[in-house]
């Protein structure tokens, strides 16, 4: 491996004598000079690794210099050294993305660790993390054997996520791949528990806050004269939401997170209406059956979600509170939206849909090139990120932040990335969705399928008197025998929802405070 080579801007070079030939016997290459004229010719005319650059220097200070060398090359890793501590020069250094921050008198071993740090930074996080994840794989693994209640699968996905986020990162795919197997078993497991205890949680206080619930249970109760905004992104998965969060709470503070459970089937007729509601499926067809289309019924599905809340609102809060609902599906209307928030904050409760995601995700089966861009869970990720830095959304949370409102951020339900066809048959009448189906004389693998006869036994409304109900388990997907094929290889690597799976069911409810 060649010597990495670091240019020393100095004017009191000569007393640094000992620390270079400290640097030279620990194997860097150093090349010298005393001001930042001379150090601009060498930059331009010379590769180094890094820069040690002294802020304090006659003629062309620090700051100019450094200012210079960004412009010839934006990449070149700096470090910055200093006799001031004044906070002003320390925070312009920052903002001209430095890559360390040293103050004078420095020792060598302060240098060579600031180097190791710049240079090997990317090294030596993967090695930390992958010797982690080795020490941890067994615990994970004994972990999983214990598992006994809904509360310590949510502790055990997001452990998963933390580490899948780590493992992304470093690009070891060895790792990748065990990882990915631990989460395949995990979800094998997650499915064996969903099919043993999820009738059970209507029927008793034992069970997980649900679809239903969260508004009541979470968002209600911070309902004040303060102005708050709740934002449902569609289709948002746990890992997604770990991905923009910090660009969030560059502008928020994180008050509470309170991962909750989505209801079965994990789609938006279904959870979405609930989590509007306040009740479940059944329950909104047999009170408000205006409210509710079947499956099979044509017409939008989710038209009537304002009205939902409203009821919702007025049976547990007083009728005098003023709130607004915003479906946000272009970004025309999310600029709009972003625009006029002022105006909102009248209200007490501000609701906003945003339905790109759920999109993103559908386009994945729709578009060769989604296909390509999100090819996998961290490609997923990525453009999800990418997409909410670029949006309306990350502007209406930015806005709203200096306006001084409260935000909850949660979702309906994830998605999971399907990669196992599985058979089904079913009438004509039988629902279109690949995670689930709902219909007459449904025929299926239920070693594949978690299957319901009796749909009111989990508070969904039937079709007909013999109508039941399938949930694909795991990352299997429904396809129908004719052409079977064709679909099971169109479908295949796609993006579905509705079924079970951790990535499906365990979602986020956030609450944030403006800084």
Not at 269 to 290: C, D, T
């Amino acid at each position: 491996m060649s010597k990495a080579k670091i240019l020393w801007v100095d004017d009191q070079i000569d007393l640094l004598k000992s620390h270079i030939i400290f640097l030279n016997e620990k194997g860097y290459q150093i090349d010298s000079c005393t001001n930042g004229s001379d150090a601009l010719d060498k930059i331009s005319n010379n590769r180094f690794d890094v820069i040690l650059l002294d802020e304090n220097m006659p003629g062309i200070s620090g700051i100019e210099t450094l200012i210079k060398i960004k412009k010839i090359d934006r990449n070149i890793k700096v470090i910055m050294i200093t006799k001031s501590e004044e906070e002003n020069i320390m925070e312009e250094a920052i903002g001209k993305e430095i890559s360390d921050y040293l103050i004078k008198p420095v020792n060598p071993n302060q240098i060579l660790l600031s180097l190791k740090k710049t240079l090997q930074n990317k090294k030596l996080i993967k090695d930390s993390n992958i010797s982690e994840y080795q020490q941890e794989f067994r615990n994970l693994s004994l972990k999983m054997m214990d598992i006994s209640s809904f509360d310590e699968l949510i502790e055990f996905y997001l452990e998963i996520i933390d580490w899948e986020l780590k493992l992304s990162d470093i690009d070891d795919d060895t790792m990748m791949e065990i990882l990915n197997n631990q989460k395949i078993e995990a979800n094998s497991l997650f499915s064996k528990f969903i099919e043993k205890n999820y009738q059970s949680w209507f029927k008793n206080d034992n069970h997980p806050c649900l679809s239903h619930e969260i508004l009541k249970k979470h968002l209600f109760p911070e309902i004040s004269d303060d102005p708050l905004i709740l934002i449902v992104i569609d289709n948002l998965r746990y890992d997604q939401w770990k991905i923009i969060e910090p660009s969030i709470l560059s502008f928020y503070n994180k008050v509470k997170e309170v991962p909750y459970y989505s209801i079965l089937p994990t789609s938006t007729q279904y959870a979405r209406n609930s989590l509007f509601a306040g009740v479940m499926p059944m329950h909104i067809k047999e009170k408000f059956p205006q409210f509710w289309k079947d499956d099979h019924e044509e017409g939008g599905k989710n038209l009537f979600e304002s009205k939902l809340l409203n009821i919702n609102l007025n049976n547990l809060k007083s009728n005098n509170l003023k709130n607004e609902f915003f479906k946000i599906t272009n970004f025309k209307n999310g600029v709009k939206l972003s625009n006029n928030l002022k105006q909102l904050l009248q209200n007490n409760l501000t609701t906003i849909v945003y339905n790109f995601v759920d999109m993103l995700s559908h386009s994945k089966t729709e578009m060769e090139m989604i296909k390509e861009l999100a090819s996998n869970d961290k490609a997923y990720r990525s453009l999800t990120n990418s997409w909410f830095l670029n949006s309306p959304l990350f502007e209406i949370i930015k806005n709203a932040s200096s306006l001084g409102f409260k935000l909850v951020i949660t979702t309906d339900h994830g998605t999971i990335n399907v990669k196992n066809p599985t058979k089904i048959i079913g009438d004509r009448n039988t629902s279109q969705n690949l995670r689930y189906k709902t219909g007459r004389s449904l025929t299926t693998n239920e070693k594949d399928n978690l299957v319901f006869k009796n749909p009111h036994d989990i508070l969904l409304p039937k079709t007909s008197i013999n109508s039941s109900f399938v949930f694909a388990k795991d990352d299997f997907y429904l396809v129908y025998p004719n052409n079977y094929n064709h679909f099971s290889n169109y479908f295949k690597n796609t993006y579905q929802h509705g079924g079970v799976s951790m990535e499906e069911m365990i979602i986020p409810f956030v609450i944030i405070d403006p800084k």
